[in-house]
């Protein structure tokens, strides 16, 4: 059975960095396209950043540009989040997802879901 737990949530300032970790297991063979998305208080889930197979091809949500970057480690079967500039908007529960597809930003895309790690970003 896969599973995906996500690592590295927790309270930081504006204009900090943080560094969110998903751990994938349960699977061999082809990796998954991967992907992370997040939920703010009182919102919908919203895309963050994806990232293919091989790892070549990334895809960031506009309002994280330049900010955060999506990487994975295929070996260790983990993807991160490197999230820098933070600001208060960023608060979010933050999920790591995993796609047998394509890089999407459409959620209904990805069959598993970790359980979320949560940010908190102060002014």
């Known amino acids: 059975q896969v599973q995906l737990v996500e690592s590295g949530g927790g309270s930081v300032q504006a204009g900090d960095s943080l560094t969110l970790s998903c751990a994938e297991s349960g699977r061999t063979g082809t990796p998954f396209v991967m992907g992370w998305f997040r939920r703010a208080p009182g919102k919908d889930r919203e895309f963050v950043a994806g990232?293919?197979?091989?790892?070549?091809?990334?895809e960031n949500a506009e309002y994280v540009k330049g900010r955060f970057t999506i990487s994975r480690d295929k070996a260790r079967k983990t993807v991160s989040l490197q999230m820098n500039i933070a600001n208060p908007r960023d608060t979010a529960v933050y999920y790591c997802?995993?796609?047998?597809?394509?890089?999407?930003?459409?959620?209904?895309?990805?069959?598993?879901w970790g359980q979320g790690t949560r940010v908190t970003v102060t002014s």
């Open positions: 997802a995993a796609s047998s597809s394509f890089v999407s930003r459409y959620p209904q895309e990805y069959e598993y």
């Open positions: 990232i293919n197979r091989s790892g070549n091809l990334r």
